[in-house]
């Protein structure tokens, strides 16, 4: 799947291997249609490279996200690599916070999908009444909108309403999902998107039927047992990458 590093300097196999992976997400992403413009971000830390961060070029659509042109940044977001692109400083604060402060937090991903963004208008939130939703029960945190996430100062709430849990919903904004590997992350959310499409589907039609909670410890616990090839993610995030690779394999470059 992978192909050779670019004639150039300082980029280690491991950086050119999180690049190519980073950028087939991005793909994965505009393949879902969880684009936003040209904003949003899935970051991910360079292994074996201490502070160091990949981010999206500010300016291109997730569609036209590279492995090279993704851009590399330290925790303050300075380029810590030659890069025509800049970054998106402001979009890049509220990963940054969760970079900074979880070991576990490898990769941080943000989307403003519209079931996304819809549950996250909901006093209530995501309703416990379908089967992603009792998948991830308990598993998803709420933080309070405080305006468009441009200040280090928002970061204590971010991690203090986050506390062990991995998903996020920014009430009157959208998603978020981190996790140690990127195919972890993206499972997670998937399974909270795939939640808020059938709430934003179902709610329209009648009263939800809530899970009780003795099914959704059940549903749970067998949910665990279920033994997939690889590593944890990766065959569903593999599998996408596939069906990318049908229309366009230039992400790996
Ligand atoms: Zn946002």
């Not at 970054?87 to 402060?101: D, E, I, K, T, W």
């Not at 309403?161 to 959208?174: A, C, E, P, T, Y």
Request: aromatic share 8%; hydrophobic share 45%.
């Amino acid at each position: 799947m992978a192909t050779a590093i670019p004639e150039r300097a300082g980029i280690s196999e491991a950086e050119w291997s999180a690049r190519q992976q980073l950028a087939a997400c991005y793909r994965v992403f505009d393949h879902l249609g969880w684009t936003e413009l040209i904003f949003n971000h899935i970051t991910l830390r360079v292994p074996e490279e201490e502070g160091a961060f990949l981010i999206n070029p500010f300016g291109l659509h997730f569609s036209e996200v590279t492995a090279s042109n993704l851009v590399k940044i330290d925790i303050d977001g300075n380029k810590l690599s030659d890069s025509p692109w800049g970054v998106n400083l402001a979009g890049f604060v509220q990963h940054a916070a969760f970079h900074r402060h979880l070991p576990d937090a490898h990769c941080v991903m943000h989307t403003h999908t519209t079931a996304g963004m819809a549950v996250a208008c909901l006093e209530d939130g995501l309703s416990i009444s379908n089967f992603y939703a009792g998948q991830i029960a308990g598993q998803i945190a709420y933080h309070d909108f405080e305006g468009i996430t441009v200040r280090d100062d928002e970061a204590p709430r971010l991690i203090a309403n986050l506390g062990d849990k991995r998903l996020m919903i920014l009430r009157n904004h959208g998603l978020l999902s981190m996790g140690p590997t990127l195919p972890i992350a993206f499972l997670r959310l998937w399974a909270l998107e795939r939640a808020c499409q059938i709430q934003v589907a179902s709610a329209p039609m009648g009263r939800l039927r809530e899970i009780p909670a003795e099914v959704l410890a059940v549903h749970q616990r067998d949910q665990a047992k279920l033994v997939r090839p690889g590593m944890p993610g990766e065959a569903e995030f593999n599998a996408l990458v596939r069906l990318v690779d049908r229309k366009d394999r230039g992400w790996r470059d």
